[in-house]
């Protein structure tokens, strides 16, 4: 089967001397994983466009074990996240994401909206990385079935108050006097927006504003949440919180 689809190159690794095993963010099929035939090669034509980052129009064609790609055309490889080794780190966080909350073979086109937006902020915008963090931590839960319960209080049903709380275990949130043990206190700005990047359409879950303080809640917050639906080791994150 060939088929032709745009993809972005979330994960690579070498295979045997010369070939490498790439792992594509598509909207038509989700993960795809595909061999490159000689792509270490410095004169390989597919050497820059299957390296990670690559966003491409891929033309692909199904071996006897795995999809190949057959040919690779660039239509944008993000090179300026080479120049700052924080925003590389946060970006490969991103894509470590993308491979463990999506899907192979199912369509993903709106996780792919939000890494390719965020890739683009991180490369062209002076956005504090926190929201750019913590927008694409909580939109991708939700795109991937976590989307926490954040309409009212799980307990009285109360839209809001002065104060909440975040429950991270249980995805919920709970009002000022229905306050539980162990849920995270959070100001009624940074429940706003966590319900902003939740509910807004994709190309505008990075367009609010908080103060520092409640910038630094909320990235705590996506945070926390995020690891306790993922409960794995996630080696770019160490990475990435070791540099800022």
């Known amino acids: 089967m060939n088929t ?27 993960l795809v994983r595909a061999f490159v035939r000689g792509a270490k090669h410095m004169k390989s034509r597919l050497a820059s466009t299957t390296s990670l980052f690559a966003y491409c129009e891929f033309s692909l064609y199904r071996g006897k074990d795995a999809f190949v790609v057959d040919n690779a055309s660039p239509i944008e490889v ?13 970006a490969q966080y991103f894509a470590q994401l993308a491979y463990e909350l999506c899907e192979e073979e199912q369509p993903a086109p709106e996780t792919l909206s939000v890494i390719l937006n965020a890739l683009h902020l991180l490369c062209n915008s002076d956005k504090d990385l926190r929201l750019v963090k913590s927008a694409v931590e ?13 309409l009212a209080c799980a307990n ?15 995805g919920c949130i709970y009002c000022e006097n229905c306050a539980k043990t162990g849920a995270m206190p959070c100001p009624k700005n940074v429940i706003t927006a966590v319900r902003f990047i939740c509910l807004t359409e994709p190309k505008k879950i990075f367009s609010f504003s908080l103060s520092d303080e409640n910038f630094e809640i909320l990235s705590q917050l996506t945070e926390k949440y995020l690891l306790s639906r993922v409960q794995k080791n996630l080696p770019t994150l160490v990475f990435y919180k070791g540099l800022v």
């Open 78 to 90: 993000f090179f300026d996240l080479r120049k700052d080794i924080v925003r590389l780190a946060l």
């Open 4 to 30: 032709s689809t745009k993809g972005l190159v979330i994960k690579e690794q070498t295979i045997g001397e010369s070939d490498r095993l790439v792992t594509l963010l598509t909207a038509d099929y989700g």
């Open 138 to 150: 909580l939109r991708l839960l939700c795109l991937g079935g976590y989307m926490p319960n954040i």
């Open 156 to 170: 009285c049903a109360t839209y809001e108050t002065d104060l909440m709380y975040f429950d991270t275990l249980e």
